[in-house]
């Protein structure tokens, strides 16, 4: 006789990460995505002329804000655990 081990119908195949926590990584990405799009640009195509748009208040402020606020939505989604267990 061949012993096999028993399988449980019973239990489900159980994933990491729930469906919200797929969802809340991927805002997470799409606002470090723009933030890092916000961020990108402001040089000059002439080195010997100095462009001021580097120093604009959407890649001083605004571009790294969206990066941070995105990072923390990525550590939420990963430690978010569903009241449904």
């Known amino acids: ?3 096999k081990p028993q399988q449980n119908d019973d239990k489900k195949l159980q994933f990491a990460f729930g469906r919200t926590n797929y969802i809340l ?3 997470g990405l799409i606002i470090l995505a723009l933030g890092y799009i916000l961020l990108s640009g402001g040089g000059s195509d002439d080195p010997t002329v ?3 748009a580097m120093f604009d208040a959407r890649r001083l402020y605004v571009a790294p ?3 941070v606020v995105g990072f923390i939505v990525e550590i939420i ?3 978010f655990k569903s009241k449904k267990q």
Do not use: S
């Open 25 to 27: 990584m991927a805002a």
């Open 77 to 79: 989604a990963i430690l």
């Open 1 to 3: 006789m061949e012993n």
């Open 50 to 52: 100095f462009n001021d």
């Open 65 to 67: 804000i969206l990066i």
